[in-house]
């Protein structure tokens, strides 16, 4: 018989990645809800919702809850309090208010690219204060780390070059966010022109979704990348070749070497 001490270990269940949970609660799930044919199958949730006008907007309304309580339950159940989780739950609850105004044509192209809008003005907002919003993520990323690296990390972000360039950074974070905004106005203004409430317009909306994840996505790392290689540079020309944000062991080490802790 085997003993307790010898017995094999249950196996750990594969986690689903976050980024699988991010698309199905903020692209999947909202175009099922939306398609007037789910899957083929003949049926849509306006039909179910009491169909024509009512049911539509109903469906509607219900797609553009389900990114928003994602989010919320996201910062709740997990107590993600960080500055980042709270700005993201900001434009969430934005974007779920502004379910209730119903737009089409030029005003819905407005209304969906709210999001970049905002984070864009927070951007360019922040830059004027200490804590650019760049520096806000980079300090979000740096959570985990040891205290001696996230002292390193701090010490190394208030360095006069280096808090210059994440000033630059949020800039440019925030100009490409406009350009993202413009981008899909422009997209959803080509793509979405039925009437809202109709069957069409909730076709159109989840086909705009659908065609701006993969480039809205792009633009978003485009963004963090430009980004952060205006700080890490910033942050090799002041502790030398090797310093990097990203390994924090190295920086430390650069940092003790300039008597800077």
Not at 102 to 110: I, K, L, P
């Amino acid at each position: 018989m085997t003993s307790p001490a010898s017995a094999p270990l249950p196996a750990k269940k594969a986690r689903v990645p976050r980024t699988i949970w991010d698309l199905v609660f903020t692209l999947i799930i909202p175009i099922l809800i939306l398609s007037p044919n789910i899957l083929g199958s003949g049926v849509s949730v306006a039909n179910i919702a009491g169909g024509g006008t009512g049911g539509n907007v109903r469906a509607y309304l219900l797609a553009a809850f389900v990114p928003v309580v994602y989010v919320l339950w996201d910062i709740l159940f997990n107590r993600n309090v960080s500055p980042v989780a709270l700005l993201g739950g900001a434009t969430a609850l934005l974007s779920g208010a502004l379910a209730f105004w119903y737009v089409d044509g030029f005003w819905y192209a407005v209304k969906d690219s709210a999001r970049p809008f905002l984070t864009a003005i927070f951007a360019f907002a922040s830059a004027a204060t200490a804590y650019p919003l760049f520096r806000i993520f980079l300090d979000a990323a740096s959570i985990a780390e040891s205290p001696a690296h996230r002292a390193a990390t701090q010490v190394a972000m208030k360095a006069v070059p280096v808090a210059r360039a994440l000033v630059q950074a949020t800039l440019l974070f925030g100009v490409i966010d406009v350009i993202g905004g413009v981008v899909n106005s422009i997209v959803n203004y080509r793509i979405v022109v039925a009437r809202f409430g109709s069957d069409d317009f909730n076709a159109q909306v989840a086909q705009a979704n659908a065609v701006m994840r993969l480039p809205g996505l792009a633009i978003s790392l485009i963004a963090a990348g430009l980004a952060f290689w205006l700080v890490q540079r910033a942050v090799t020309a002041r502790y030398g070749q090797g310093a990097s944000l990203l390994e924090p062991e190295k920086l430390t080490l650069k940092l003790q070497e300039k008597g800077e802790l």
